[in-house]
């Protein structure tokens, strides 16, 4: 018994496509060098203190933005917005559209409307909030470098202004309820809330079968 439980529980040694192992989804909001708005999903994110890390492609239109004008909005979905960035998963602020993403995605300069979400104007930057996110983070980007890789750009962000839905604030604080509020989350190309899956992003490699 004790030699089988342990064969079981033995580890085995995977190459996976992507990591991305259970990460909140955001949706950032940039501007473009005409003005007008750039709205992208991302699912490398985290926060330390009032500094938010994130990882980009650095072929995208949202790190060419933050290179050059680093005002951006850090839009939290929750589960129920799921489609809403799946529908922005296959676009691209760039055109024509960079090599590495040709074939995969297309070019689409209004993306507000593409994804069917509402822009809301900010407080301290210049881009839109998107009106539907539950939390929504003003923020400057202090540092833009490259990634290890040179595939990637990371950016460290500093939050100016938060903005939370009233449903998911404790009542009389400035705090989030936990109780109320589940992320999106990213986990190997599907999207999940706090709870069962909910649907998978185009680009998955392990599709369920219904």
Same mark, same amino acid.
């Given at each position: 018994?004790?030699?089988?439980?342990?064969?079981?529980?033995?580890?085995? @040694?995977?190459?996976?496509?992507?990591?991305?192992? =259970?990460?909140?989804?955001?949706?950032?909001?940039? *501007?473009?060098?005409? =003005?007008?708005?750039?709205?992208?999903?991302?699912?490398?994110?985290?926060?330390? =203190?009032?500094?938010?890390?994130?990882? %980009?492609?650095?072929?995208?239109? &949202?790190?060419?933005?933050?290179?050059?004008?680093?005002?951006?909005?850090?839009?939290?979905?929750?589960?129920?917005?799921?489609?809403?960035?799946?529908? %922005?998963?296959?676009?691209?602020?760039?055109?024509?559209?960079?090599? @590495?993403?040709?074939?995969?995605?297309?070019?689409?300069?209004?993306?507000?409307? @593409?994804?069917?979400?509402?822009?809301?104007?900010?407080?301290?930057?210049?881009?839109?909030?998107?009106?539907?996110?539950?939390?929504?983070?003003? @923020?400057?980007? *202090?540092?833009? =470098?490259?990634?290890?890789?040179?595939?990637?750009?990371?950016?460290?962000?500093?939050?100016?202004?938060?903005?939370?839905?009233?449903?998911?604030?404790?009542?009389?604080?400035?705090?989030?309820?936990?109780?109320?509020?589940?992320?999106?989350?990213?986990?190997?190309?599907?999207?999940?809330?706090?709870?069962?899956?909910?649907?998978?992003?185009?680009?998955?490699? &392990?599709?369920?079968?219904?």
């Amino acid at each position: 018994m004790e030699a089988a439980a342990a064969e079981q529980a033995a580890h085995v @040694a995977i190459e996976p496509s992507i990591l991305y192992f =259970g990460t909140p989804v955001v949706l950032l909001s940039t *501007e473009n060098e005409d =003005g007008t708005p750039n709205l992208a999903p991302m699912s490398s994110a985290w926060a330390l =203190g009032r500094t938010v890390v994130l990882g %980009l492609g650095a072929e995208g239109q &949202t790190a060419r933005n933050l290179t050059a004008r680093p005002e951006l909005v850090i839009n939290v979905p929750g589960p129920e917005q799921w489609r809403a960035v799946e529908r %922005l998963a296959p676009l691209t602020g760039r055109d024509p559209v960079p090599a @590495a993403k040709a074939g995969v995605f297309r070019f689409e300069r209004d993306k507000f409307a @593409a994804a069917g979400l509402r822009p809301e104007p900010s407080e301290t930057v210049g881009p839109s909030r998107v009106a539907e996110c539950p939390l929504q983070l003003e @923020a400057r980007a *202090e540092r833009v =470098g490259p990634g290890a890789s040179g595939d990637f750009v990371i950016v460290e962000a500093a939050v100016l202004r938060v903005h939370a839905d009233p449903r998911i604030v404790v009542p009389g604080t400035h705090h989030v309820d936990p109780a109320e509020w589940s992320p999106l989350i990213y986990n190997f190309r599907h999207y999940f809330g706090l709870g069962p899956e909910l649907g998978h992003t185009f680009r998955t490699e &392990t599709p369920r079968i219904s």
